[in-house]
């Protein structure tokens, strides 16, 4: 690499970015030590699970990372590194590998491998990582240094058995890299410790061999956690090969950067920035918030330092749920609607059960309509899931429970003086500090029962103006769950999801909504399982769920259960929520709240928020609109009368 080249790809500071990829259950506190030690280099710390397929990994990480940097891969880190170095090596200016490997595993052992990932995922991950495991970690010198212990089993626990069983298998498809060595001329570092039972000696000796421009550095009395076992070491070797990449110069501002499943590398002006995954774990306290456990004041601190990179967003956020939280607030409870000309597009498109706003002027004149009829309203933020980052955009699905008093006129009539306590979801897509498409279902109906309106003339009445408009009931038979006089399909589309838990939770529901296999809640739900529901129903138990969820369907026997949308991010709480946007599609041919059955069309927008724990949904909250309904069925009475 020219000399030149080097300096005009280097980053803030002259200094060229250092890019690191943890290995099997590791995160960025496997680099702590060794980035304390290397001072304010930039330095960003990716995350490799989240899939089994390696070129997938390789070109994520690609995707976001600076244009030019050097890379350094710890353990099966290393092995994504040589699949990095090998599709991009004009991006990769010098390459390290730490107790790694470019040796393939051969396919007799990978049976024995995946049945060790079970085994340890029955045990525990921690545990096993802290007791079968600990031996072939670390060398003699540090077998009874229990601080060292618990961090790796710290780290092992936060990645969990379903990431042990997606590295697994990323580990098993891995290419045999040796004979692509030798075309990787930049400058090189093989260092592993003379003790490590898992990568070698020999495989370091061997890839250094191969490699043109290698440093061989071994380290003795070190594991394969030469990282943590012998940081003083590590660090010397690893700023001597900078030196060899680069050069090393101070630097006066220091950006960590975000890695993540689709996360952002890029740079936020003058805000440090820790390394956070899309499930918004971090090391330290500086994750990405979540809002269950902390007071609003928490949610929108004052001089929190970013921890997600936030290009294009005003600087009072410090990461995406931040952003949703205090925004939210500053319209809703402090009346800056104004904002919604810098926190929406002119063009934004929002979908609500009782229609669609098509730009920025009716989302403002909504807003103060409702304002001025509930003039003491709270949004209280319940739940934000979100994922994405600031080069693709974020999407988040965000949970509120608004409470207010009616005491002024509105579309809902004469004031009633009475309270309420309703249930919303909006969730929104976002780039660069504006939204620009939103989804929000609201329980409307719970809100008309609880103020004493008489919901039938409500929904006659937006019926009435929605038929004077032209607007009509689309009358399509076939809504494809079945096709002729086939069964529903027996595999859920599962296209939507990003990660295996996703797809598990869209294979539940599809076996229950499109299949009709309710006995499948029992298997699925925890014995102590919470369902919270429209009308703000708070029921408890697996009978419960399974009621409410029969109820529905009984009442749109046809019905089909498309999911739009589900992301998830690991709850704090321990488990994994969910948000999942959904669509009903049918026919009133079913009794219940709505009235005999009337063979009318109907369409039903939801979203629902599941808590996941042990392989057991132990909360559930669904938001759909029964008021939205009633609309349609009273529309389409008056087209069919007309």
């Known amino acids: 690499m020219a ?51 390696m070129a997938a990994v390789a070109d994520r990480i690609l995707a976001v990372a600076p244009p030019r940097f050097a890379l350094l891969g710890f353990s099966l880190g290393g092995i994504v590194a040589l699949e990095i170095a090998a599709r991009a090596p004009d991006r990769v200016a010098g390459l390290a590998l730490v107790d790694s490997t470019a040796r393939p595993v051969p396919g007799e052992l990978h049976d024995e491998r995946r049945a060790a990932a079970r085994d340890a995922a029955k045990a525990g991950v921690g545990r096993h990582a802290g007791e079968t495991l600990w031996k072939s970690y670390v060398g003699a010198a540090r077998q009874d240094d229990e601080a060292l212990r618990r961090l790796i089993v710290a780290m092992a626990e936060a990645g969990g058995a379903r990431t042990l069983a997606l590295q697994t298998e990323l580990g098993l498809a891995r290419a045999d ?45 070190a594991g394969h956690f030469a990282l943590l076992e012998t940081p003083d070491a590590v660090a010397s070797a690893v700023a001597a090969w900078l030196d060899r990449v ?6 006066t501002d220091h950006v960590i950067q975000e890695s993540s499943v689709g996360g952002s590398m890029s740079e936020s002006a003058g805000k440090s920035i820790k390394a956070v995954d899309n499930k918004g774990r971090s090391a330290g306290d500086d994750a990405v918030l979540q809002v269950e456990r902390r007071d609003f004041t928490q949610l929108v601190p004052d001089n929190r330092p970013r921890v997600q990179s936030m290009k294009g967003f005003d600087d009072c956020y ?47 004149r909504d807003t103060i309509q409702r304002l001025v009829e509930f003039p003491d309203r709270r949004g209280m933020a319940q739940q934000v899931i979100w994922r994405g980052d600031d080069v693709d955009g974020f999407y988040t699905s965000h949970m509120t429970h608004g409470l207010g008093r009616h005491t002024e006129f509105g579309p809902m009539g004469k004031p009633t003086g009475r309270t309420f306590c309703t249930r919303t979801v909006a969730e929104c897509m976002i780039l660069e500090n504006r939204i620009y498409k939103e989804w929000i279902v609201r329980d409307n109906m719970a809100q008309l029962v609880q103020l004493g309106v008489d919901p039938h003339a409500y929904a006659e009445t937006i019926a009435r103006k929605k038929f004077e408009t032209g607007e009509t009931v689309l009358e399509i038979s076939e809504n494809r769950r079945l096709l002729g006089q086939y069964p529903p399909e027996s595999e859920a589309d599962v296209s939507v999801a990003h990660n295996d ?68 991010n690991e709850s704090e709480e321990g488990g994994v929520k969910y948000a999942l946007r959904w669509t009903l599609d049918g026919h009133h041919m079913g009794y219940g709240a709505l009235g005999a059955p009337t063979g009318h069309k109907l369409f039903v927008m939801g979203v629902t928020h599941f808590h996941v724990k042990d392989g057991k949904i132990v909360d559930e909250w669904v938001v759909y609109d029964e008021l939205s309904m009633l609309v349609q069925i009273k529309l389409a009475a008056m087209q069919a009368a007309a």
């Open 3 to 53: 000399k030149s080249k080097a300096e005009g790809d280097k980053g803030r500071g002259g200094e060229l970015p250092l890019v690191l990829l943890p290995g099997t259950l590791c995160d960025e506190r496997v680099f702590a030590p060794l980035l304390e030690r290397l001072g304010d280099r930039p330095a960003i710390v990716g995350d490799i699970g989240g899939t089994d397929d």
């Open 318 to 364: 410090t990461d995406i749920v931040d952003y949703i939280v205090r925004c939210t607030h500053k319209i809703w409870d402090e009346r800056d609607v104004g904002l919604i000309y810098t926190h929406y597009t002119h063009n934004c498109v929002a979908y609500t059960t009782l229609g669609t706003m098509y730009d920025r002027e009716t989302h403002i």
């Open 177 to 221: 890299s040796r004979p692509r060595l030798p075309a990787f001329a930049g400058p090189a570092l093989v260092l592993g410790g003379e003790e490590d039972a898992l990568c070698t000696p020999d495989m370091q000796r061997e890839m250094a061999g191969l490699l043109p421009d290698a440093s061989l550095v071994l380290i003795p009395g």
């Open 246 to 251: 680069g050069g090393v110069h101070a630097a």
């Open 501 to 568: 838990g996703e797809a598990e939770l869209l294979r539940w529901l599809h076996h229950i909504y499109n299949k009709r296999m309710f006995g499948k809640i029992q298997e699925i739900y925890a014995p102590n399982c919470q369902w919270h529901g429209p009308l703000m129903r708070e029921l408890y138990g697996v009978a419960a769920v399974l009621q409410q969820t029969m109820r529905l369907v009984a009442l749109m026997p046809d019905c089909a259960f498309v999911p739009q949308h589900i992301c998830s």
